[in-house]
């Protein structure tokens, strides 16, 4: 399958004072097109560096250097305003908390439209109606009042829709996902992803998507990059890697999952039925656990 981002010794240091800090080190990957892949990791790993690395988000202090090359051309050469203008056309972010994204002063609809509009020769008509689209493409049940209303009045699993909406309203062939979900209760973290894996399929789009949760990459991803310390230590097909990971550490994050699992299973399920079902790893019902 043809490569969409192929990222090779991405390394990031930062200056403090008179010291340099390095806080990626040599990370490489390959994204296929039309694929997934999650990115694991404990807190502070690197991961969400190693996304603004890709989009460009990182301030001048930072110091960036490898190549990612995007359809074969390097983001990292691009000047301020030809990256602007990939972001949220060619590539889309969605971020952790939508809630920062969207201008409390205007309607969820005008910013819709005012975002589609940059993007495309669109009538206010023709950008509203694929703004309604939108919505009803990401499961909300009534559009047309989430179109005029604020982001104040949505909860935090509406807004997150609206935005994951919003950028594959734009066709995008990547879409970067930092911790997407993590702001949200279980069921609607499931509805959501759900919604999203579906879109993302249908509209053949690839993904980067980071989370801390195996759960949540066992429900989306294809492929499984793990990091460590600002380091990628394993990498390749995530039922692989979840039947045998080949890092030490990567078993231990593993690990960790699962004791959660088996406190959940414990303090959920009577004693007797207990000995009948071992969870597996990747059951659809840890999802978020
Ligand atoms: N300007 C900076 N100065 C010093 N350290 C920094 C700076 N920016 C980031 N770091 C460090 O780099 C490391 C990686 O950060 P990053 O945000 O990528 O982690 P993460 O894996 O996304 O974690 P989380 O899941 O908590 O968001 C962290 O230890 C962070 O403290």
Do not use: W
């Amino acid at each position: 399958m043809e490569t969409l981002l192929a990222v090779k010794n991405l390394s990031v240091e930062v200056r403090s004072g008179t010291e340099e800090k390095r806080l990626l080190r040599d990370v490489s990957f390959e994204l296929r097109k039309g694929s997934c892949l999650g990115i694991l990791g404990e807190s502070g790993s690197g991961k969400s560096l190693t996304c603004k690395s890709v989009m460009g988000l990182l301030g001048p202090e930072y110091r960036v250097s490898g190549t990612v090359a995007y359809k074969g051309r390097d983001l990292l050469s691009l000047r301020r305003e030809e990256m602007r203008a990939l972001r949220g056309s060619g590539i889309a972010m969605i971020l952790q908390n939508p809630m920062t994204a969207f201008d409390p002063l205007l309607s969820i609809g005008s910013q819709m439209v005012e975002t589609v509009r940059q993007h495309g020769p669109f009538s206010p008509a023709e950008a509203r109606r694929r703004s309604l689209d939108a919505l009803t493409l990401m499961g909300l049940r009534h559009p047309d009042d989430v179109f005029r209303q604020y982001a104040h009045q949505l909860s935090g699993g509406m807004l997150q829709r609206v935005m994951i909406g919003l950028a594959l309203l734009l066709g995008p062939d990547l879409i970067i996902a930092d911790e997407p979900t993590t702001a949200l209760d279980t069921v609607t973290q499931d509805e959501i992803l759900k919604e999203f894996d579906r879109v993302r399929r249908e509209r053949r789009c690839s993904v980067l998507f980071v989370s801390h949760d195996l759960g949540v990459l066992a429900r989306i991803a294809d492929d499984l990059l793990v990091m460590d310390r600002g380091e990628v230590i394993e990498q390749g097909d995530l039922r692989r890697i979840c039947s045998a990971p080949r890092s030490r550490r990567t078993g231990h994050l593993f690990d960790t999952r699962l004791m959660l699992l088996d406190a959940f299973r414990k303090a959920t399920t009577p004693r007797e039925e207990r000995s009948r079902h071992e969870e597996p790893l990747l059951a659809p019902a840890a999802t978020g656990f």
